[in-house]
């Protein structure tokens, strides 16, 4: 039998696979993994407070050296302790604990392997989500889709823990750290877990105050151009304090 992957594939064999027993595997916690796993569980509880994801729903991981750490599938994330840290490697094979990865772990394994993100965050957060099924591309609506790169793309449908979701995803990322999900969410990517949380609240936002604007009858929000949206990003390269 192949070597079991927690990327929803046998090693070695077709996509697609059923995912069959969980074997327990794994190492000891290293500290600084323990430390990133204690952030990325503050970080998966502040989505439910904030209204990002209902219940189990969206997910975050954080990748220290080789090993991704990632919310566990289907665990009420108040209910994580320092005991459950979830760890695979980039190609999928876990390494730390024995709670089954997320679903959508094959998202945030693709991101990693084709950028040089250190976190991810993956939510269903309302306003995003709504835009997500009515455009391909979010409208220029605010400055701060500089922040995420330029206009931010909506990836292409499909089913969620697949292989194609992640090649989707990647196609809607190229050039930018955040992109919709259609009729799913939202992904966000940066160097840290703050930088990409930041991101997904600034999507959301920007979501909601298009919805907010397109509702006013007989009325179109006015937009930003590309030239004035690349004027801004220009000048967020010097943006914030300086050592």
Do not use: F, K
Not at 176 to 205: F, I, K, S
């Amino acid at each position: 039998m192949a070597e079991q992957r927690w990327d929803g594939r046998e090693a070695g064999g077709a996509g697609g696979g059923a995912r069959g027993v969980r074997e327990p595997r794994g190492r000891r916690v290293r500290e600084e993994e323990a430390r990133a796993w204690a952030e990325l569980v503050e970080a998966a509880r502040r989505t439910v407070t904030d209204g990002l994801v209902v219940g189990t729903s969206g997910n975050v991981s954080v990748r220290v050296g080789e090993t991704v750490l990632v919310t566990p599938s289907g665990v009420p994330y108040d209910r994580l302790t320092p005991d459950d840290v979830t760890g695979v490697d980039l190609a999928g094979l876990q390494v730390l604990g024995t709670l089954v990865p997320t679903s959508e772990l094959p998202m945030h394994l693709a991101v990693y392997r084709t950028t040089a993100a250190r976190a991810v965050v993956h939510t269903h957060a309302v306003h995003a989500t709504a835009v997500s099924t009515l455009v391909d591309e979010v409208p220029l609506i605010h400055y701060m889709a500089a922040t995420l790169g330029g206009p931010v793309r909506v990836a292409r449908y499909a089913t969620y823990g697949t292989d194609e979701l992640a090649e989707n995803m990647l196609r809607a990322l190229d050039g930018r750290t955040g992109c919709l999900l259609q009729n799913h969410g939202t992904v966000t990517h940066g160097t840290t877990l703050a930088e990409a949380y930041d991101r997904t609240a600034q999507l959301e936002w920007m979501c909601r105050v298009w919805l907010t604007a397109s509702s006013v009858p007989a009325l179109s929000p006015h937009l930003l151009t590309p030239d004035q949206l690349t004027e801004v990003g220009e000048r967020l390269r010097g943006y914030g304090q300086r050592d």
